[in-house]
């Protein structure tokens, strides 16, 4: 089976300190959406790439938070810097960007910012 | 934040039984989905819907496209231990862009066996 796979899957760091996550993407999938989850907010999208390119990141907190498709096969969440109020679990998902291709999503990394 | 209303919260029920839950929205979609998450783990999807009225079935789960196109259900027979997780409604609004999909507030199943 196909899979999207996300890394690293758990994170812990310190307030201040640049957070960087890494998701590759199923093997033709041209979609890429990065996801939040919290108790609170339940999954909030945070950004979406369409072909590599940056076509919804209205989700994200632009001063800290960017997101970047160097390559198909990598998509990459930086944060910095990282406040504890980042503590969540990102997600990353992927599709082929039809109607009838639903999202497939990866098992997350679970950031705890002290 | 969810724009889906999904309910309920949360189940407790006794193996054996059977479960129904529910999203309903405002607005149109054109697509519903149903994902299952396990703890630690990322939402997997469990059955896709694309045309109002469509029952479709995934083994002991089951789940239809409203006809008015702004509600779905999932029904869940015989629970077993194993469905323990939380179940999520998606959909898809008008514009058929997967940007548009939007996600229920979870409904989380506990199974005693």
């Known amino acids: 089976d196909a899979r999207v796979t996300q890394t690293p899957r758990h994170k812990v760091t310190e307030m201040g300190q640049e957070v960087t996550m890494r998701c590759q993407p199923i093997?033709?999938?041209?979609?890429v959406f990065w996801y939040r989850q919290t108790m609170m907010q339940g999954l909030e999208l945070l950004a979406y790439f369409r072909n590599r390119a940056p076509l919804d990141d209205s989700g994200m907190p632009k001063d800290r938070f960017s997101a970047e498709m160097p390559d198909a096969t990598l998509a990459t969440l930086k944060i910095q810097p990282s406040e504890p109020r980042d503590s969540a679990v990102y997600f990353c998902a992927s599709g082929l960007g039809q109607l009838n291709s639903p999202l497939h999503f990866g098992n997350g990394t679970r950031l705890t910012v002290t | 934040g969810q724009q889906l209303n999904q309910s309920p919260q949360s189940m407790f029920i006794q193996e054996g039984e059977d479960v129904s839950m529910n999203c309903t929205s405002s607005s149109i979609f054109n697509t519903w989905l149903w994902y299952k998450q396990d703890p630690g783990e990322g939402p997997v999807l469990l059955i896709a819907?694309?045309?109002?009225?469509e029952l479709t079935s995934n083994g002991r789960l089951t789940a239809q496209f409203g006809i008015t196109r702004k509600d779905s259900f999932l029904n869940i027979s015989a629970s077993i231990p194993s469905d323990v997780g939380i179940y999520f409604c998606?959909?898809?609004?008008?514009?058929?862009?997967?940007?548009?999909?939007?996600f229920g507030a979870g409904t989380r199943l506990t199974v005693k066996p």
């Open positions: 998606a959909g898809h609004g008008a514009t058929y862009n997967n940007n548009d999909m939007r």
């Open positions: 819907l694309y045309k109002a009225g």
């Open positions: 093997l033709g999938h041209n979609t």
